[in-house]
């Protein structure tokens, strides 16, 4: 008889055998236009087992065929963003010292400063691959240094200058896309330029974070700021397979907020999204 846990489709492998170890970060706190990403985990688990199949045409490879444990949802209590990460980080540092690789399911953007801060800590040479609608580099957001909107900037005060690549960028201030220009690496609008990424950051350690709303709002509408002239879904697939033989240490997706989309098309894009991140990663 099985267990009766909710799993990602195929990530029901024991914790002690895994290679990749999966959990939800439901949060959602500063979420600066529409709130609702906290639903995302678990809807890509329902979702998964009825809407998704563990093969992927794409890279014949299969879900069933790889280690990885859905550990579940972490419990944060909500208001207290800067408790929050400190969670996200303490059970990050749990699996890389493990010895396995974190990917996270949010929850908004700022989940993935928690999951960094743990990974910088062991990686003194950690990179960033930021895909996103949004610059996500503010130095504060409505007073808060602690946002969605600044998850990026916050991530530089660690990583520094040179680090972090970001593409997909459509929307931002003026101020804050100027400010990149110095400090780190913006590709607009579109991922076409990915192997600049890939050759600057050969051979050293990668956390790729993937705000899901770099997909264009006809393939993606069930997010929390959707912003128009995305990527297609075969761009980020595509995008995903060649990273494929970079050193992925750590990776999350977020902002799909479920109910935004009636249709349920983009819970099941978020899906597949993470069933071919995981298959790209595997070796
Ligand atoms: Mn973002
Ligand atoms: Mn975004």
């Not at 678990?42 to 990885?68: C, F, H, W």
């Not at 896309?177 to 607009?188: A, D, F, N, P």
Request: with cysteine; hydrophobic share 40%; proline share 4%.
């Amino acid at each position: 008889m099985n267990k009766n846990e909710l799993t990602f489709i195929g990530c029901d492998c024991e914790y002690q055998d895994a290679e990749f170890v999966l959990f939800g970060a439901p949060f959602d706190g500063t979420a600066s236009f529409r709130p609702g990403a906290r639903f995302a985990p678990q809807a890509m688990r329902l979702n998964s087992r009825d809407g998704l199949e563990t093969y992927s045409p794409y890279q014949d490879k299969d879900l069933a065929d790889i280690r990885v444990c859905d550990i579940g949802d972490l419990q944060f209590a909500f208001g207290n963003p800067a408790a929050v990460l400190d969670i996200i980080t303490q059970t990050t540092k749990t699996i890389v010292a493990d010895g396995k690789i974190p990917v996270m399911i949010g929850g908004e953007h700022l989940v993935s400063l928690g999951a960094i801060r743990a990974l910088a800590e062991k990686y003194s040479d950690l990179h960033i691959i930021h895909l996103d609608a949004h610059a996500d580099l503010r130095n504060e957001y409505l007073g808060e240094k602690l946002s969605h909107a600044t998850v990026m900037r916050r991530i530089w005060d660690i990583v520094g200058d040179g680090k972090i690549f970001q593409y997909g960028i459509r929307s931002g201030e003026k101020a804050e896309l100027v400010w990149g220009k110095s400090h780190i690496y913006t590709h607009m609008f579109d991922c076409n330029d990915i192997e600049t990424a890939l050759k600057k950051t050969a051979g050293k350690p990668i956390y790729l974070s993937i705000d899901l709303d770099v997909l264009d709002p006809s393939v993606f509408s069930g997010t929390g700021t959707p912003e128009a002239g995305g990527i297609q879904f075969s761009d980020l697939i595509i995008t995903l397979l060649k990273m494929s033989n970079s050193v992925i240490v750590g990776a999350d997706i977020n902002e799909l907020c479920p109910h935004y989309d009636r249709s349920g098309v983009s819970t099941l894009v978020a899906c597949k999204v993470l069933r071919e991140l995981l298959l790209a990663f595997f070796p």
